[in-house]
């Protein structure tokens, strides 16, 4: 579960070099473990298990979240432009509509 929670780290957030402390990743694990004993209506703790950290957890997804909103705005600007156009009548009338809320 360790090496596939930094193998899908990696690829969700396309950073093929990403590096976590052992720290996190167990934290990442426990976390994991925890979303899926939910599932099950159980909890880490009703098998006597430790939770993760959430202020590590916290971090963790800021860093992420920072290093994952670096976008390239040049490209995002070219890929406006280019797909802009294609909209077609009632695409358009959503895209100016959510345009004009955010403005």
Do not use: C, W
Request: proline residues 3%.
């Amino acid at each position: 579960m360790h090496d596939d929670i930094l193998y899908r780290l990696r690829t969700s957030f396309k950073m093929p070099n990403l590096i976590l402390s052992n720290d996190q990743l167990k934290n990442y694990v426990l976390y994991e473990l925890e979303q899926l004993f939910n599932d099950a209506t159980t909890t880490l703790q009703d098998h006597k298990l430790s939770m993760p950290n959430g202020q590590l957890l916290i971090e963790i997804r800021n860093k992420l979240l920072r290093e994952k909103l670096n976008y390239d705005l040049a490209d995002l600007k070219s890929q406006h432009s280019l797909n802009l156009p294609l909209l077609n009548n009632g695409q358009k009338i959503i895209y100016d509509s959510v345009v004009a809320a955010i403005l």
